[in-house]
């Protein structure tokens, strides 16, 4: 059965809440030196594969406002959060995880804008790509055996990434231009 778009708890709102307050102690479980750390990798893989059921839920009972804003910002502080620990400890170069960073900020500025016009920008696939790559990215650079032997792996990943930050916004960007483009959410009809 479906649920109401406004509808607070539902299962994929329960695991997508489960995976912001479980992501620090991911996020602590990463250590110094880029040696990686089974423990991170473990609950890492958990995290990123929960936003994968997430999703599957909200499709199959039906979507919530709660969670349109609530995913996103799911994956920008599992991500953004690790890939920053990442940069701290001297694994990652801060370059390209400052323009993903920038991409985010200015994306998540655009939705916000629009949803208060009662517009939804949903995730374009390139978009949904970029999350999916970002998540490799940084789960090869905390696992054991491709942390420090298979360092082009990550760090491929991690500009592929990047690419794709910068063309799915680029996306958004001609969206917006263009106008009229992205359809007013029903949920958020007054």
């Known amino acids: 059965m479906p649920v109401d778009p406004s509808a607070v708890k539902t299962w994929a709102n329960l695991v997508t809440v489960a995976r912001v307050l479980i992501a620090p102690f991911m996020l602590v479980l990463i250590p110094d030196g880029g040696a990686g750390s089974w423990a991170a990798f473990a609950l890492w893989f958990v995290l990123c594969s929960s936003d994968g059921i997430d999703g599957y839920l909200a499709r199959r009972h039906g979507a919530t406002t709660l969670g349109a804003f609530l995913d996103p910002l799911a994956d920008k502080i599992l991500v953004l959060g690790a890939m920053f620990i990442l940069v701290a400890n001297d694994t990652f170069w801060i370059v390209p995880v400052a323009i993903v960073t920038a991409r985010e900020l200015l994306i998540s500025l ?61 996306q958004y960007l001609s969206r917006a231009m263009r106008g009229g483009v992205v359809e007013p959410d029903p949920a958020n009809a007054i």
């Open 110 to 170: 655009y939705r916000t804008f629009v949803a208060s016009k009662g517009v939804s920008v949903p995730a374009s696939k390139i978009a949904k790509w970029k999350t999916f790559v970002q998540q490799l990215a940084v789960g090869f650079a905390i696992m054991p055996i491709t942390a420090e032997d298979a360092t082009w792996l990550w760090i491929w990943l991690l500009w592929i990434s990047v690419a794709l930050a910068v063309i799915s916004g680029g």
